[in-house]
């Protein structure tokens, strides 16, 4: 398996992780502000290259638009799940043609933050069907303030939007696959979905793990530290260690790896949520360093421990 984490993860995420950072005691600034990481990540997306992943099953991973996209591919077509960042469209198309003349017939959202679900629009017209939880499709048609990136997004347009939507579980054949799409409840955002293909042994988790990162909590829409310790739990309970796990972001991974991010997940909750109930204040809790054991591995990437703290303290 490649261990690098795709270059515009890498490389955009951590120039972009000193905005987020940087001001996270400060009120929320201005519409579309300039010094948002999520322009400057929209920005590096158009100029990185997108790379494949062979992973088994005529599964592939592709990296280098925001996060991480899986493609399926067979007689009767491909499936994507995810579609990127939009401006990686050419380079996308490119590399999906690499991988088979079969057409695009289905993308599955994982949830409906723009690395992931801004290429819907251009997928969605190149005929395939798109598939999301009924959160996802409720966002995306909204206008959606996320704070914490100090960033307001506007309504999708109506080719953006999922064209078939389910409130727990799916199922579907596909090429001779079964694929079973699974709703975790709010956990990083109020609309996660894992999608496994269950013959390959391919589970693709979304944002509920970052392999080898901390996450984000997306306060705006649902997302807490305690829904991704739940989530995370089901995947750990899902997967044996022959399952090959697709995290949002981060390397495609395994279940040591996810049981690992689990634990560390459930310390910082447990040792936060302890500093809080003595009564100690956000300012005092982020500088207590409570992440410090973990933030040589976890924290050199989009948010670094001081960050995650204020995430996990304001979501206990």
Known sequence: ??????????????????????????????????????????????????????LRGNLSVLDGSGGNIVVFTGPEGKLMVDAGIDVSKEKIKKVLAGLGKE?????????????????????????ATVVAHTNTKKNLARQIRVDDWRYT???SPAGALPTVTFAKDRTMTFNGETIR???????HTDSDISVHFQQADVL???????????????????????????????????????TIIVPGHGPVGNKAQLVEYRDMLGEVKTRIEAMKKQGQSLREVVAGKPT?????????????????????????
Do not use: C
């Open 204 to 242: 693709h988790v979304g944002d509920t793990w970052w392999n080898g990162h901390y996450p984000f909590l997306d306060f705006n829409t649902g997302g807490t530290i305690e829904g991704m310790l739940r989530a995370t739990d089901e995947n750990v309970k899902r997967v044996t260690g022959k």
């Open 153 to 155: 997004f506007p309504p």
């Open 181 to 187: 799409m699974h709703y975790y409840g709010p956990a």
């Open 292 to 316: 410090k054991r973990y933030d040589d591995k976890w924290g050199k990437f989009v948010i670094n421990g001081d960050f995650f703290a204020n995430l996990v303290y304001r979501s206990v």
């Open 103 to 127: 057409p695009l017939k289905y993308l599955v959202n994982t949830h409906w933050h723009f690395d992931h679900a801004s290429g819907n629009e251009w997928v969605h017209g190149e005929g």
């Open 1 to 54: 398996m490649n261990k690098q984490a795709n270059p515009i993860s890498r490389r955009t995420f951590v120039a972009s992780a000193g905005m987020l950072t940087a001001g996270f005691f400060l009120p929320a600034r201005g519409l579309f502000e300039d010094a948002s990481p999520v322009t400057t990540i929209i920005g590096e997306a158009a100029k990185s290259p997108v790379t494949v992943q062979k």
